[in-house]
T-cell receptor, first 118, second 111 residues
């Protein structure tokens, strides 16, 4: 069973540019979440999508946005990049938890996309 | 606001030397407490979920326990391959699938 796939794995951008990151969840998983990981702040929640709808959003500026497609694949976009946006961006997928479904809310993470902003 | 604090920040042990990692949390209605392991350059790898106080789970040399305010990850007779950063996270009933993570404990096992 394939895991969560993120592309690209590494990318370098300059300030002011924009970037789009892609995530393919595990087959059958309908919830996709995004996290930012930095040495200073650790792992911070960006947003979560389920059935193409954003269900929850973290405390990040509007420059950070995302979307989910009908096949559950997701993309996130960061516009007007700043130096502080340099980070590892992690995508995670999970089942939609249902009654009597233990472990259904376990998030499985991808390897991440490492963004460097110069 | 949901919050997770892990201690110590870093821990260095000799191979075979058992120890425990701590995760203190405050959450508005705990759905689950999660332990993940993260190796350098990789995404977090799921270890355990604990749902209620008193629950314990084991996997090889690792054992996770949960109280109403904290969780412990006990490592028995560790090996060098157990070296990694261990992350604790909580998921609340309010907030869909959102996880709130601690800063992690960086564990090094010397041979």
């Amino acid at each position: 069973k394939a895991g969560v796939t993120q592309t690209p794995r590494y990318l370098i951008k300059t300030r002011g540019q924009q970037v789009t990151l892609s995530c393919s969840p595990i087959s059958g998983h309908r919830s996709v979440s995004w996290y930012q990981q930095t040495p200073g702040q650790g792992l911070q929640f960006l947003f979560e999508y389920f059935s193409e709808t954003q269900r929850n959003k973290g405390n990040f500026p509007g420059r950070f946005s995302g979307r989910q497609f009908s096949n559950s694949r997701s993309e996130m976009n960061v516009s007007t990049l700043e130096l502080g946006d340099s980070a590892l961006y992690l995508c995670a997928s999970s089942f939609q938890p249902g009654q009597g479904a233990p472990g259904a809310n376990v998030l499985t993470f991808g390897a991440g996309s490492r963004l460097t902003v110069l | 606001e949901d919050q997770v604090t892990q201690s110590p920040e870093a821990l260095r042990l000799q191979e075979g030397e058992s120890s425990s990692l701590n995760c203190s949390y405050t959450v508005s209605g705990l759905r689950g407490l999660f332990w993940y392991r993260q190796d350098p350059g990789k995404g977090p790898e799921f270890l355990f979920t604990l749902y209620s106080a008193g629950e314990e789970k084991e996997k090889e040399r690792l054992k996770a326990t949960l109280t109403k305010k904290e969780s412990f990850l006990h490592i028995t007779a560790p090996k060098p391959e157990d070296s990694a950063t261990y992350l604790c996270a909580v998921q609340a009933f309010q907030g869909a699938q959102k996880l709130v993570f601690g800063q992690g404990t960086r564990l090094t096992i010397n041979p």
